[in-house]
């Protein structure tokens, strides 16, 4: 589709192009897909969540993070979007590289292509305090300057986001904002807890309908979900597109964007993504151009640069 679009919820590892995985391991492309592709139909998030390790094992050099970045970076250019915060867990990429080395190396594969686009690191839901402290002052060291934020990625489920509380006032202390992934294989609760933490942003979010309050806390703070439909199917949260609440979502006033999640894993482009909810859903173009209006407002970029990429989006 060629309207313009911004994408906040994109993984890293979970966008690895098959085609470059192929060649880092010198085996067809078709088994590549087989490897990184979930099922269209998981058992829940636990089962989807599998298809990361074999993509995190190969991305453990300067040069496989650089290839990954700059074929991503290029592969949204390609689905015409004009802004993207890309987020991965710079914990799970150093077997060899210290976390510095790390994010240089996907800061310069990014930078090596078009696309604006900026990180979003990682804490990990199972992973130690200290480990994910690490990740905070990291964000901190390179805040503005490529990285714009943090996240809260993994099992939700059996990591529940209140864990989280202490993590995400030192965060909040040190000026950085953040999303966090709730509301996805939990439920409201999950979604409130972030926000009651300092969320501006929440990953999915869509079991929101769940609860009143936790909508109208959505409201009241002015949260904007990122939502992605291929996944929540997948991840099976909802049978089909069509059953899928990102148009009630939008009609309640709820600030929604689009997003893809994995591009790789949930075998989806962004471009794809429009069509299938327009489709589905009867969005109007109008309704997309809102959601990337909201995007952009939501995104963690400086006021001048949200009011560049305004101009940009009415251009068309």
């Known amino acids: 589709m060629t309207i313009k679009k911004v994408e906040l919820h994109v ?12 060649k880092i391991k010198n085996i067809s492309e078709s088994d590549a897909k087989n490897i990184l592709i ?9 089962d989807y969540l599998t298809k990361f390790s074999e993509p995190v094992s190969v991305m453990q050099s300067r040069e496989s993070l650089y290839l990954v970045a700059s074929s991503l970076c290029n592969d949204l250019l390609e689905d015409n979007c004009i802004y993207a915060e890309i987020r991965f867990a710079p914990n799970k990429h150093t077997s060899v590289l210290s976390l510095d080395e790390v994010v240089d190396s996907v800061l310069k594969g990014m930078r090596s292509t078009k696309l604006k686009s900026n990180i979003l690191l990682c804490l990990m839901r199972g992973d130690s305090k200290e480990d994910n402290k690490k990740v905070i002052d990291l964000a901190y060291k ?12 993994g099992a939700e489920k059996i990591y529940p986001t209140r864990d989280y509380e202490e993590l995400f006032a030192y965060a909040a202390s040190q000026g ?15 979604i409130m807890d972030a926000i009651e933490f300092g969320a501006k942003r929440i990953g999915h979010g869509v079991r929101a309908l769940e609860s009143q309050e936790c909508l ?12 992605c439909p291929t996944s929540n199917i997948q991840t099976n949260i909802y049978d089909d597109i069509k059953s899928h609440p990102l148009k009630k979502l939008y009609d309640m006033g709820i600030n929604v964007c689009i997003n893809t999640d994995n591009r790789t894993v949930s075998n989806v482009t962004l471009s794809q993504e429009y069509v299938n909810v327009q489709r589905e859903l009867l969005l109007t173009n109008e309704e997309l151009y809102n959601m990337n209006v909201m995007a952009i407002e939501a995104s963690f970029l400086s006021f001048n640069e949200k009011q560049e990429l305004l101009n940009e989006l009415n251009s068309e």
């Open 216 to 227: 109208n806390l959505i409201k009241e703070k002015n949260i904007t979900l990122e939502v």
């Open 38 to 46: 979930a099922k269209p139909k998981c058992h829940d998030l636990n």
């Open 11 to 22: 993984h890293l590892d979970g966008s690895l192009k098959p085609s470059l995985y192929s």
């Open 142 to 153: 390179y805040l503005n300057k490529g990285v714009v934020g943090i996240d809260l990625a």
């Open 176 to 190: 950085i904002p953040f999303t966090i992934h709730a509301g996805e294989a939990s439920g409201p609760r999950s």
